[in-house]
């Protein structure tokens, strides 16, 4: 009767673990590459985005899953060196009028949305993330259409929004 009670628990220890690691992996996609992993087998899991040069002779490969972007830093070998979430508060208190498009691509990536205003002379590049102030806030940053530099950079209201879904 022991024996079936601990094969039991250990079934349900098992199947606990296995949801765990699933869940995480859910949460963080590219926590299954590890530092040192070639450039190649990043490349070959996930559909990238973008591919922006690095100082050192390195490249930043750009993955976005669901409402991230992830940035792979890999050396001039082409060896994961870092790896990190880059649609989150810190990184958007980097963000500075004068930084260039190709600045901002490597830094946060593609957006999920653009606009012009005409007046203005700038695209509007708008970002979703996990907001903690709920599902309707954007980043968004202005690109001026004339020298191509950033104009401005804040949180804005998603218009696809509605105000049954604004709290949550």
């Known amino acids: 009767m022991k024996?079936?009670?601990?094969r039991m628990l250990e079934?349900?220890?098992?199947a606990a673990a296995a949801f765990i690691i699933a869940a995480c992996a859910a949460v963080d996609p590219v926590a299954?590459?590890?530092?040192?992993?070639?450039i190649e087998q990043a490349r070959q899991i996930f559909g990238l985005s973008g591919e922006y040069p690095l100082p050192d002779g390195g490249r930043r490969l750009e993955i976005r899953q669901h409402r991230?972007?992830?940035m792979l830093d890999f050396d001039a070998t082409g060896h994961l060196v870092a790896k990190r979430?880059?649609?989150?508060?810190a990184v958007f208190a980097t963000m500075k009028p004068g930084m260039t498009r190709e600045e901002v691509l490597?830094?946060?990536?593609?957006?999920?949305?653009?606009?012009p205003i005409g007046r203005?002379?700038?695209?509007?590049?708008?970002?979703?993330y996990p907001p903690p102030e709920g599902d309707c806030t954007l980043w968004q940053v202005s690109i001026s259409n004339v020298n191509g530099v950033v104009t401005d950079v804040g949180p804005g209201m998603d218009p696809a929004c509605n105000g049954s879904n604004r709290d949550r």
Do not use: E, M, N
């Open 120 to 128: 203005q002379q700038v695209q509007v590049w708008s970002y979703r």
């Open 3 to 6: 024996s079936i009670q601990k």
């Open 106 to 115: 490597a830094l946060i990536g593609h957006p999920v949305d653009t606009f």
């Open 68 to 70: 991230q972007t992830y």
């Open 11 to 14: 079934a349900v220890v098992l």
């Open 85 to 89: 979430p880059v649609l989150t508060p």
């Open 32 to 38: 299954s590459l590890q530092v040192g992993a070639p």
